[in-house]
């Protein structure tokens, strides 16, 4: 695993075939441009599929959900993918409450996440 601190809270922590892994630190101060850091990490490395490894992430202010939007819209026009792994049950909770589960679904791990199915269900 390569690990190499790109961006304030942003860690690289993988690249496959195809698949970029980055693991979110919480720091919610550093979000308001956090769709924009994502995109420009991505075009870094000629990839539009993303996993974001969201296990630290305790809770989804307002702010992280709007930037997680705005990157999944940028992502599915240049028909990529975002998935999401590692969310606790708040954090699906928040998912599920803004209607934003389906497009955006949480996997248990990064393997699952990239082969696209057996998405975690909420508790």
Same mark, same amino acid.
């Given at each position: 695993m390569t690990k190499l601190r790109d961006i304030a809270e942003l860690e690289? !922590?993988?690249r496959g =075939?195809?698949?970029l892994f980055v693991r979110l630190h919480p720091d919610h101060e550093q979000m308001n441009d956090l769709a924009d850091r994502l995109w420009t990490l991505m075009n870094k490395h000629f990839i539009h599929r993303l996993v974001l490894e969201m296990d630290? !992430?305790?809770?989804? =202010?307002?702010?992280?959900i709007g930037q997680l939007v705005m990157l999944q819209k940028r992502?599915?026009?240049h028909e990529g993918s975002l998935r999401l792994c590692g969310l606790s049950p708040s954090c699906?909770?928040?998912?599920?409450?803004?209607r934003?589960?389906?497009a955006m679904p949480?996997?248990?791990c990064r393997e699952d996440a990239v082969r696209g199915y057996n998405a975690a269900k909420p508790r």
């Open positions: 690289i !922590v993988d =075939p195809g698949w630290e !992430v305790v809770f989804l =202010p307002s702010q992280l992502v599915l026009q699906v909770d928040a998912l599920h409450v803004c934003l589960d389906q949480n996997f248990a």
